[in-house]
């Protein structure tokens, strides 16, 4: 019987990349002035102009997904997922994008796949109301391979004071509210073609039965844009905010709860897209590391007072837990 695989297994670190953050952490630290002001970890930087308004910043890319998307000659899809991945990291501290700008590198440009992501990436600009404000371009031969093509965004918002959460962050009692997923995003994609590719055999092209379609129509579904749901959800007290990227549904609840909160989380109030079942019977992958690198179907989580909650559903959110005392963490038990 085939050993579990891991995201190490599949090639990705996570641990080593965390401690790699913290060890260069400090050199950016060092840079800051007193306009810098501290936001939740691994989203946005904030800014505070002379004027007082705050921006926040993101950068971000859409990893091994590329790949997937080079493999099935598909690029449509990567624009959107790459604004979405930025413009998803602005909303913990409450910040609407405002402008967007893309970085695409090569060994030798070809036109088609380069058009194709930029223009997903305007199509997604202007569904959130962000201006794709310029961008750069690169040939460098040797450097990639043929074939190769690499993207980065870079994202900047103004913070809205009113959708900002509560300094003070979560409370024991307060509800979960989560933004379903269009599927495995742009996270886990390593770990995913590891399972599905290289130990099940599946072809990109092959119909899958339990999907419904073929494996690369899956894989390639763009990310969820989140600013629209997030931005307009109703007023109340935030505990806390999270796009659920990397590190899954359980590094992502985790970061948002100070110690001695736990979150709870219920499964059978969100539907679980197949893929995820899919890539956990085909590793196998264990359930606590599937929740520690996928979203498992949930994109974006927010922590809310218990009296907002019921607005919040009503406008679209789902209810799916809450926090108790404990030990800090997320459990997948109701």
């Known amino acids: 019987m085939s050993e579990d695989l891991t995201y190490r ?10 401690r790699l953050v913290a060890r260069i952490s400090g050199l950016a630290a060092a840079t800051h002035g007193p306009e810098v002001e501290p936001g939740p970890a691994a989203f946005a930087g904030l800014y505070r102009l002379p004027g007082g308004d705050l921006l926040a910043a993101t950068c971000d890319g859409v990893g091994t997904k590329l790949l997937i998307a080079r493999e099935a000659g598909r690029f449509e899809g990567i624009g959107r997922d790459l604004v979405a991945m930025n ?37 997604a600009c ?16 040797g450097l990639y391979g043929p074939g190769d093509l690499d993207v980065a965004g870079f994202a900047v918002g103004l913070v809205d004071q009113q959708r900002r959460p509560d300094p003070a962050g979560p409370r024991p009692g307060d509800r979960v509210m989560a933004l379903p997923s269009s599927g495995i995003h742009a996270n886990g994609l390593s770990l995913a073609r590891a399972a ?30 989140y600013p629209g749901p997030v931005l307009e959800a109703p007023p109340g007290r935030i505990g806390a905010l999270a796009h659920v990227t990397g590190g899954g549904l359980a590094g992502r609840g985790r970061a948002m709860l100070p110690e001695g909160l736990r979150m709870h989380l219920d499964p059978g109030r969100w539907t679980r897209p197949p893929i995820f079942g899919l890539i956990e019977g085909a590793g196998p992958v264990s359930g606590a590391e599937m929740a520690a690198t996928f979203n498992l179907g949930l994109g974006f989580l927010a922590v809310v007072d218990p009296a907002a909650a019921p607005a919040w559903e009503g406008s679209g959110w789902l209810p799916v837990g809450e926090v108790r005392p404990g030990e800090r963490g997320v459990s997948l038990d109701g």
């Open 9 to 18: 297994r599949s090639g990705v670190d996570v641990e080593a990349a965390d």
């Open 87 to 123: 413009v998803n990291d602005l909303l913990p501290v409450g910040a609407r994008p405002l402008f967007f700008l893309d970085y695409v590198a090569a060994g030798a440009l070809e036109a088609e796949p380069v058009a194709a992501v930029v223009a997903g990436a305007a199509a």
């Open 126 to 141: 202007r569904e959130v109301g962000c201006a794709l404000l310029g961008g750069e371009t690169a040939e460098m031969p």
């Open 196 to 225: 599905l590719l290289d130990r099940a055999g599946l072809r990109l092209d092959e119909h899958v039965p339990e999907l419904g379609r073929a494996l690369a129509d899956e894989l390639l579904e763009p990310t969820a844009l």
